[in-house]
């Protein structure tokens, strides 16, 4: 892998690091793949269908998320690391084909898909062998990729109930990788200003579906229906509620500190607070569709509209008792 052999020191932070402009073109990718998923599940508006995307749309998120705490620890902006993140879109292009029908036709791709992004972050930790202090880390995320990497690439050979268990099973490792990593939260610390920031932005490319999906509840049918223009005003008042209660309110994407184990804790909390967020939203953005061109409205319907909904209160009630913590 042409790794230096010579130790030294982990970089430093840089107070008022951003995102840059390649992370914010990395994101783009994620746009596409979750409106794959949205659309597909706006199309299959059942309990089914609800379990199915928010598996899916976890797995596609914890890509992300092992790409950003791996940027926010560890780029300096080298060709190498380009040059893998490069390959690491093309295979999210792999995954958003495959996940509009990843439980029937695609399934395959989609699990090729997540298998060779695993892959690519295991390379990506292992090339960052270098800086002295991290080699635990490192091990440990090279490890857990590795291992994922074989469940995905093996389930793609399953028939359909195997396969998705092997799913679960590699999406129940992402959970749970944040304690498995815990121990080098504050000796190898994700920047404490640039991955609340990135957090935000995986937060706007849902709201932005969310906005999406006005415009798609309003354009589905003919002409406009009043339970159509309803399911759109309902939607956009929802979406605007969310971003205030998240940027606003709670204020989820300021610093975190990790000055101590009690911070990493935090922390961990803090990140574990935005799943109920990230499958609400989408649930919202999906649901507004289904609803808006559904002939009529059903209580099962409604019920799940609800209930996906009620993720989002639940999550920010995380989010603020989190900050409340790290004040």
Same mark, same amino acid.
Request: proline share 3%.
């Given at each position: 892998?042409?790794?230096?052999?010579? !130790? %030294?020191?982990?970089?430093?932070?840089?107070?008022? +690091?951003?995102?840059?402009?390649?992370?914010?073109?990395? &994101?783009?990718?994620?746009?596409?793949?979750?409106?794959?998923?949205?659309?597909?599940?706006?199309?299959?508006?059942?309990?089914?269908?609800?379990?199915?995307?928010?598996?899916?749309?976890?797995?596609?998120?914890?890509?992300?998320?092992?790409?950003?705490?791996?940027?926010?620890?560890?780029?300096?902006? +080298?060709?190498?690391?380009?040059?893998? $993140?490069?390959?690491?879109?093309?295979?999210?292009?792999? %995954?958003?084909?495959?996940?509009?029908?990843?439980?029937?036709? +695609?399934?395959?791709?989609?699990?090729?898909?997540?298998?060779?992004?695993?892959?690519?972050?295991?390379?990506?930790?292992?090339?960052?062998?270098?800086? !002295?202090?991290?080699?635990?880390? /490192?091990?440990?995320?090279?490890?857990?990729?590795?291992?994922?990497?074989?469940?995905?690439?093996?389930?793609?050979?399953? #028939?359909?109930?195997?396969?998705?268990?092997?799913?679960?099973?590699?999406?129940?490792?992402?959970?749970?990788?944040?304690?498995?990593?815990?121990?080098?939260?504050?000796?190898? !610390?994700?920047?404490?200003?640039?991955?609340?920031? +990135?957090?935000?932005?995986?937060?706007? /490319?849902?709201?932005?579906?969310?906005? @999406?999906?006005?415009?798609?509840?309003?354009? &589905?049918?003919?002409?406009?229906?009043?339970?159509?223009?309803?399911?759109?005003?309902?939607?956009?008042?929802?979406?605007?509620?969310?971003?205030?209660?998240?940027?606003?309110?709670? !204020?989820?994407?300021?610093?975190?500190?990790? &000055?101590? &184990?009690?911070?990493?804790?935090?922390?961990?909390?803090?990140?574990?607070?935005?799943? #109920?967020?990230?499958?609400?939203?989408?649930?919202?953005? @999906?649901?507004?569709?289904?609803? @808006?061109?559904?002939?009529? $409205?059903?209580?099962?319907?409604?019920?799940?509209?609800?209930?996906?909904?009620?993720? /989002?209160?639940?999550?920010?009630? /995380?989010?603020?008792?989190?900050?409340?913590?790290?004040?």
């Amino acid at each position: 892998m042409n790794t230096p052999t010579t !130790r %030294i020191d982990l970089p430093q932070h840089v107070h008022g +690091r951003k995102a840059t402009w390649f992370e914010l073109f990395f &994101d783009l990718a994620f746009v596409v793949a979750v409106a794959q998923l949205s659309g597909a599940y706006a199309h299959h508006f059942d309990w089914a269908g609800a379990a199915g995307s928010a598996l899916l749309l976890m797995a596609m998120w914890w890509c992300w998320l092992g790409h950003t705490f791996h940027a926010t620890r560890f780029d300096q902006q +080298r060709p190498d690391q380009r040059s893998l $993140w490069l390959l690491q879109i093309v295979v999210v292009t792999v %995954i958003a084909y495959g996940v509009s029908d990843a439980f029937g036709a +695609r399934g395959s791709a989609f699990a090729l898909g997540l298998a060779a992004f695993k892959l690519l972050l295991a390379v990506a930790y292992l090339r960052e062998r270098r800086w !002295r202090g991290a080699h635990g880390l /490192i091990r440990a995320y090279a490890g857990l990729y590795l291992l994922q990497a074989a469940l995905w690439a093996a389930s793609a050979a399953l #028939p359909h109930t195997p396969r998705v268990a092997l799913w679960g099973l590699a999406l129940a490792l992402d959970m749970a990788s944040p304690w498995w990593v815990a121990r080098y939260t504050t000796t190898v !610390r994700p920047h404490p200003e640039h991955l609340p920031e +990135r957090f935000g932005l995986f937060t706007i /490319i849902l709201l932005g579906e969310g906005v @999406a999906s006005v415009v798609h509840a309003l354009h &589905d049918g003919a002409e406009l229906q009043a339970h159509s223009v309803a399911a759109a005003l309902g939607g956009v008042a929802l979406t605007f509620a969310t971003w205030l209660g998240y940027f606003e309110v709670t !204020r989820a994407h300021e610093e975190r500190k990790l &000055d101590d &184990d009690a911070g990493g804790r935090n922390l961990r909390l803090w990140a574990y607070g935005h799943v #109920p967020i990230y499958v609400g939203v989408f649930s919202l953005a @999906a649901g507004t569709v289904a609803m @808006a061109g559904m002939g009529a $409205w059903k209580a099962a319907h409604v019920t799940l509209y609800v209930a996906g909904i009620a993720l /989002i209160p639940l999550g920010l009630a /995380i989010l603020r008792a989190a900050s409340a913590k790290s004040a």
